[in-house]
Each structure stands twice: as structure tokens, then as C-alpha cells.
């Protein structure tokens, strides 16, 4: 049996090889790694622009969207957060049209990190620009130490890993505003929305944390399933 393709976002970033410094494709291996071992074949999406959208949902199997550099805030009506990094407006772009497409054409999305932040706003959803100001701990912070999350056992995510997982999640957006047909399945013990679906879809999961960096790689697995 062939392996599903799984599309991976990847991000454009200036790259050293040799003597040379040029933008380049770039994608923590991880991702490519978790969905070989998973049994899909993974493949990198560069952020070129929705132009391509319609192309990769077509010749895709299933699409994982990466974490990375916050979202800008004003895609959500949020005012410019001036602590976080400076956006990356076409990977803005570029991932919120692949989100949209994937949800439309019923493909089996896995949103990571910053990926699920970009499939919320995608549904009309809103973030919390700077989570920091609205808890009093560290645990969601670079180096923050690991926590449970609770994850509702009769979600498509709680069907993949059970009732609890222990993750260490740094962020600093959250989820605020749930968009159109999510809901919320997943949380840390301060209430933090950590894990969202969409209702009604093959096979559309977001979470806060990164599960291709876990030794436990059964999430990957149940999208490159839905994929098959």
C-alpha cells in the first residue's frame, strides 16, 4: 500500500551552506521524521502564497501545520503585540489559506503549536496576544517546566493519546475566542486551551504542544491514518 503524502509548512528563512547565505525551505526534521515513522510520506509546503492552495489540497493526503513565529494580531483585531517577534506576514497568509482549504475539502489536518493558533483564526477565532500578562506562572514559558493536560476522552484527540499527557508546551498566544464549528478538548490545569477540533471533520486536531518531538508519535499516527 503507498504512503499518504503529508504536506508540511515550512518556513523561508536566510540559510548558510558552504560559503553562501541564501533564503531557503526550511522545516525542523522532526515533522518529516514523526510522519515517516508513521507510515506517510512527508512532504514540505513552502509558503508561496494562496495561489498554490488549491494545488497542494488537491495532491495531498493529509497536512500538518508547523509551529513557529507568533501570528500578527491584527489578523484577529488584536493591536500589535510589540514583545513578540516581528510576524511573518506571507506565512500568515499563506498557512490561513491552506487551513481554510483543508477544512472546506474535508483534508486531515494536524495544527501544531502556532499552527493551531492559525486554524482557530482561520474559523473567525481570536488569540490571546501575549498569554503571559493573563497567568501568574511560568509554566507555559521557554523552559517551563512540564504539565499535565486534560484532554476529553471522547474527542478524536483523547481517542489518540486518553484522558491526561504530560507535555512541556511554551507559548506565549493562547487561544481566546474559539472559531466557527472547534471546540475546545483539551486543557492545562490554569484552564489554558491546549488542544481543539473541529466538529464534523474527518479528521481536524490542533495542540498547543509539539508531538513530533515526543517519543510517543501515536497523533501523528491517527492523522496519517485518517490520511489513508
Request: charged share 25%; proline share 7%; hydrophobic share 45%.
Amino acid at each position: 500500500m503507498s504512503r499518504p503524502l503529508i504536506g508540511i509548512t515550512a518556513y523561508l528563512e536566510a540559510a548558510r551552506w558552504g560559503n553562501w547565505v541564501r533564503e531557503a525551505v526550511l522545516s525542523p526534521p522532526a515533522y518529516a521524521r514523526a510522519v515517516e515513522k508513521a507510515g506517510g510520506a512527508p512532504v514540505l509546503l513552502p509558503p508561496l502564497g494562496p495561489s498554490a492552495t488549491g494545488d497542494y489540497v488537491r495532491g495531498l493526503s493529509g497536512l500538518i501545520l508547523a509551529g513557529g513565529v507568533e501570528l500578527d494580531p491584527g489578523l484577529y483585531g488584536a493591536p500589535r503585540e510589540e514583545r513578540a517577534e516581528e510576524p511573518q506576514a506571507h506565512r500568515d497568509r499563506s498557512e490561513l489559506a491552506l487551513a481554510r482549504a483543508a477544512v472546506e475539502s474535508d483534508l486531515p489536518l494536524l495544527a501544531v503549536a502556532r499552527g493551531m493558533h492559525v486554524l482557530n483564526v482561520s474559523q473567525g477565532g481570536s488569540l490571546i496576544p501575549w498569554l503571559p500578562d493573563v497567568v501568574d506562572h511560568d509554566r507555559h514559558a521557554e523552559g517551563g517546566r512540564a504539565h499535565d493536560i486534560q484532554i476529553s476522552v471522547s474527542s478524536k484527540l483523547g481517542k489518540a493519546l486518553g484522558d491526561r499527557v504530560e507535555v512541556t508546551a511554551p507559548h506565549r498566544q493562547a487561544v481566546k475566542r474559539l472559531g466557527a464549528g472547534l471546540l475546545a478538548v483539551a486543557w492545562a490545569d490554569d484552564q489554558i486551551v491546549e488542544g481543539i477540533e473541529l466538529q464534523g471533520h474527518r479528521f481536524c486536531v490542533g495542540v498547543q504542544w509539539h508531538p513530533e518531538r515526543e517519543p510517543d508519535n501515536r497523533l501523528v499516527e491517527a492523522l496519517v491514518e485518517a490520511a489513508r
